[in-house]
């Protein structure tokens, strides 16, 4: 980076699943550096991977970022002069840059199977070799590459790793990094559907987006060289690299659905404050000094240099983000602490969704609050309630919830028709009968054996809620036979 280059930063999540805890982690540190540098903040939406790409989840991405208060400045709802800013948008400029990289040499044609590049690892994993490619096609001439390209055979564009090389760069946070370039695949550029992978899409469009520091998860350090290649063989100066330490389970395990709700929209559920999450975001990588864990990203600003991001692996630790959350809690007045109540739990939309629920069931209001509780708490007591199925045991129920969650985790339209339409067809799959199956659900997600039909009360609890019940069960020990 020049020192009269403006400082310009992004963020690139995959339009995949539930927005992640772990993107706003990143997102506050490149939203921090920007504004404290009078720069700009680019959303950027990497859907390259089109089989699982999803509308619904690029519009979660921005309502969770900007619950939060990580407004961006340009990206694909707000327009800039570097668009467009969806990658699937950009792809004749990915292919441009392609044939750029195979003219000079940088790149080359594979024509290699599936079924011969599976036989390879298989071979590489009983000889104890490292996995990837072993530049089969790397070799191949001019015109045995047209020919077979006239034939139609399929083919991707891999990058030429030059293998006598040792590659080097600079880590704001961790400093000088090498890797020997022997231990770099000839990684996909292109695939063969046409698009192109994270890696080539990543750094064409960070050069055409003048991005300045590229701030992202340590998981990517391992890609950074194969990155750095790429910079050098387009002749472009790259940009400063600083790879933050990944969000942790309790365990010391990289942070899962498995171990810990990691959906941004289940906090939002569960009652904590947007400035309570990004203050805790904040604690994961930093500290503001003197012991003190309550400050504003505007504080934040005061002080924050990209070095001083703390190594240590950061637990995502959810009682101390409740630690948190009560301490902002402590700092509303009673105006404030009405109006949350109001605007966020107890809505008008919400509470229009319960009536169809209740209108049959209630005979006073006063037994609103009793009947209703489960639509509005998050966890709940599982104690005394029969679970298991009198004709299934412990491991039989784990294996169905097991199962039924991942089914979930896949249903996008979370609607009545929808989830008991999944309902049936698990059922029918794993042939279990139905009261076997529907008592045990309508325990897990509600906590009484008797509430408003299922699907419907499945919907309005909400798709987050619904899957943490159910993870909640599966990791506790509430499945005793």
Known sequence: MSDTQKVRVRVAPSPTG??????????????????????ELVLRIEDTDQSRARASSEQQIY?????????????????????????????????????????????????????????????QRAEGKMLGYDGHCRSLSVEEVEQKMKEGVPSVVRLKVPKDRVT??????????????????????????????????????????????VIRAEEWISSTP???????????ETPVFAHVPLLRNLDKSKISKRKNPVSLNYYKRKGILPEAMVNFLALMGWSYGDDQEVFSPEQMMEKFKLKDIHLGGPV????????????YMQKLDSKGFSHYLRDKVFTQDYLESLFPLFKDRLECFEQFVDRSSFFFNGGLDYEGLPLIPKSKDAKEMRTMIKGLIEELDDLYEWKADAIQNLLNTYREKIEWKPRDFFMPIRLMATG??????????????????????LRDVLNGAHLKP
């Open 18 to 39: 539930d927005p992640h805890v772990g993107t706003a982690y990143v997102t506050l540190f490149n939203y921090i550096l920007a504004k404290q540098a009078g720069g």
């Open 448 to 469: 009484r054996k008797d509430s408003p039909p299922l699907a419907e009360s499945l919907e309005v609890i909400g798709r987050e809620m619904v899957r943490f019940r």
């Open 226 to 236: 194969k990155h750095v290649l790429l910079y050098k063989a387009f002749g472009w």
């Open 63 to 123: 309502e969770s970022l900007s619950w939060l208060g990580l407004e961006w400045d340009e990206g694909p709802d707000k327009g800039g002069d570097y668009g467009p800013y969806r990658q699937s948008e950009r792809k004749s400029i990915h292919l441009e840059h392609s044939e750029q990289l195979l003219k000079t040499g940088h790149a080359y044609r594979c024509f290699c199977t599936p079924e011969r590049l599976a036989k390879l690892r298989e071979q």
């Open 316 to 327: 995502f630790d959810v009682v101390k983000l409740k630690h948190i959350n009560q301490q």
């Open 168 to 213: 080097q760069f600079d880590d704001a946070i961790r400093g000088s990094i090498e890797i020997k370039n022997t231990q770099l695949d000839d990684q996909v550029l292109i695939k063969s559907d046409g698009f192109p992978t994270y890696h080539l899409a990543n750094v064409v469009d960070d050069h055409l987006m003048k991005i300045s520091h």
